[in-house]
């Protein structure tokens, strides 16, 4: 079985079978094509070995560990998918030992003074506004900035709402996460609630007509890219010093519930994690709370050495 043939049939089994996201199969077409190039003297599948692996490890090992991962769980899944279809006889992932150490990095957040200066700033804007089109302008960044605080969803799931996966009334919105794993988040913020009815209002034909729940000036699908630039528009106008990206508004939401004791598990559901060791990157403590903790529970407060 030749290379290309392999890869065709293992993108169309990810896309029909197991109906991966368009970002999946665009990555793991990426990864393949990384390896071909790499394999360029390799026709069959067949040929492929431990040693070539271990020679494609060598060759990509300047990249970062993240990007090693995931090229290498790419190889795995193809080789893996070729095995049970019984289209190669030896998996050359079989005892295979590989370990890529990724350094772990504490999440970015924001405090919850520095999220109210951009939600002020951003309705100050609003109460400011007397020009119509800035006015739904100015709606729409808002109901992108409450959105994504009020779920802590990530902006692809943000950029991929429909009109007929929020309900309005009650709060409640279906997020299709990865894999298209649903999970339901309830809006219970009632000034929240308020100004996505107001957006949905302002643009109500065009949402309805065009399915997609945030749109843009084309009045098509608000890309990742523009949802990414609200932010920082939100975050120039508050005056902050500093980057803030939608996922910071992830990592933010999960902190601060995290702070007000929320369960792990609780959090783990809301943010789509299908492990809990990748919600447990949350429970780093931030400075403050740190001495708020240490100066009132820390035992060494209950004795003293001098009358």
Not at 14 to 38: H, I, P, R, V, W
Not at 124 to 148: G, W
Not at 284 to 293: K, P, T
């Amino acid at each position: 079985m030749t290379l290309a043939s392999s890869f065709s049939d293992f993108l169309f089994h990810c896309q029909y079978e197991k109906t991966l996201c368009a970002k999946t199969l665009q990555a793991y077409g990426t990864d393949l094509e990384q390896f071909a190039l790499f394999q360029k003297e390799i026709s069959q599948v067949a040929d492929i070995t431990k040693n070539e692996i271990r020679m494609y490890l060598s060759s990509i090992s300047s990249l970062k560990p993240k990007s090693i991962k995931r090229k290498i769980a790419t190889l795995k899944a193809l080789f893996n998918y070729l095995e049970f279809e019984d289209k190669i006889l030896i998996n050359p992932f079989r005892k295979m030992r590989i370990k890529i150490k990724e350094p772990k990095v504490l999440c970015k957040v924001m405090d919850l003074q520095e999220v109210k200066r951009i939600f002020k700033a951003c309705y100050k804007e609003k109460s400011n506004c007397v020009h119509p089109t800035t006015y739904s302008l100015v709606l729409k960044k808002i109901s992108v900035i409450e959105i994504l605080f009020a779920t802590g969803a990530r902006v692809s799931e943000i950029a991929d709402l429909k009109s007929d996966n929020i309900n309005l009334q009650t709060g409640c919105i279906i997020i299709k996460g990865k894999g298209q794993k649903e999970r339901i988040i309830q809006i219970c913020n009632p000034e929240s609630l308020s100004i996505l009815r107001e957006y949905f209002e302002c643009h109500k034909d065009i949402i309805l007509k065009s399915g997609w729940f945030f749109i843009n000036k084309l009045n098509r699908k608000l890309s990742d890219q523009s949802i990414r630039k609200i932010v920082r528009d939100a975050t120039l106008l508050a005056g902050l010093k500093r980057i803030v990206t939608p996922h910071i508004f992830r990592h933010t939401f999960a902190t601060l519930l995290l702070e007000k004791g929320v369960d792990l598990r609780y959090i783990q559901c809301m943010l789509g994690h299908s492990s809990i060791a990748t919600t447990q990157l949350y429970t780093h403590v931030n400075n403050r709370q740190q001495r708020q903790i240490l100066s009132t529970k820390h035992p060494r407060k209950d004795f003293f050495m001098h009358d």
